[in-house]
C-alpha cells in the first residue's frame, strides 16, 4: 500500500507570496493532519481534516488554512508569505479521527524556504 | 494543558551501547504515547506507541513502557547500532483533541562506531 505522499518536496517562495502544498493520504484513510517543523519551535501542529471538515486547529494564524477533498486528498495554503514561514511541513494520515489512538503516518514533508 | 518534555541532545554513544531517552508528559485524561523517529532529510516513522497505562511498545529492539504514575513514556534500547543515528521525538495523542499529535522537542542521537 503507497504510503502518504506529499508535493512539491521543495519550493522557494519570496516574502508576500502565497503556496499551495498537498497531501494524499494512505489509501482508506479519512483524516490528514498538518504539521509544521522548525528548528526553533519544533513540530507544532497546524489542523486536522476528517470528512471534508476541519476538526481541530493550531494556533496560527489566518494565513495558514486548509481543505480536503472527497478523496481524502488535503491541501494547505499560506497567503503573504513570511520569512518566518520557512519550514518543513509535513502531512500525516490516519483511518480515523477523535479517539486519539489511531496512528498517524506522516509523509516526507514539504520543505519551504521562503526568500 | 497537554505537553511533552524530552531529555536534550545530542547524545552520543558508541555502538552497542544502552540508550536511554527520557521523556515525561503533561495531560488530562488518559492519553496515547507515541515515540517517532526523524532520519536525515525524512518524513517521520513510527517506532512504538502504547495506549493505556502500563502498555509496553517495542519494536526493532526498542521498547518504552506507559508509566501513569510518573507520567513518564521512556525510550530504551538495550544494543544501539551506527543506523539507530537519528532524531527521536515523544509524543501523545489525546483523546479530547482528535487526532492533534503534541510532540516533545526531539532528542538527536550520533551512534559512533
Known amino acids: 500500500k503507497a504510503g502518504v505522499t506529499q508535493t512539491p518536496r521543495y519550493l522557494i517562495k519570496t516574502r508576500g507570496q502565497q503556496v499551495t502544498l498537498s497531501c494524499s493520504p494512505i489509501s482508506g484513510h479519512r483524516s490528514v493532519s498538518w504539521y509544521q517543523q522548525t528548528p526553533g519551535q519544533g513540530l507544532q501542529f497546524l489542523f486536522e481534516?476528517?470528512?471534508?471538515?476541519?476538526?481541530n486547529k493550531g494556533n496560527f494564524p489566518g494565513r495558514f488554512s486548509g481543505r480536503q477533498f472527497s478523496n481524502s486528498r488535503s491541501e494547505m495554503n499560506v497567503s503573504t508569505l513570511e520569512l518566518g514561514d520557512s519550514a518543513l511541513y509535513l502531512c500525516a494520515s490516519s483511518i480515523l479521527s477523535g479517539g486519539g489512538q489511531e496512528t498517524q503516518y506522516f509523509g516526507p514533508g514539504t520543505r519551504l524556504l521562503v526568500l | 494543558g497537554n505537553s511533552v518534555t524530552q531529555m536534550e541532545g545530542p547524545v552520543t554513544l558508541s555502538e552497542e551501547a544502552f540508550l536511554t531517552i527520557n521523556c515525561t508528559y503533561t495531560a488530562t485524561g488518559y492519553p496515547s504515547l507515541f515515540w517517532y523517529v526523524q532520519y536525515p532529510g525524512e518524513g517521520l516513522q513510527l517506532l512504538l506507541k502504547?495506549?493505556?497505562?502500563?502498555d509496553k511498545g517495542s519494536n526493532k529492539g526498542f521498547e518504552a513502557t506507559y508509566r501513569k504514575e510518573t507520567t513518564s513514556f521512556h525510550l530504551e534500547k538495550g544494543s544501539v547500532q551506527v543506523s539507530d543515528s537519528a532524531v527521536y521525538f515523544c509524543a501523545l495523542s489525546n483523546g479530547n483533541q482528535g487526532g492533534k499529535l503534541i510532540f516533545g522537542q526531539g532528542t538527536e542521537l550520533s551512534v559512533k562506531p
Open positions: 481534516y476528517f470528512s471534508e471538515t476541519q476538526r
Open positions: 502504547a495506549t493505556k497505562a502500563d
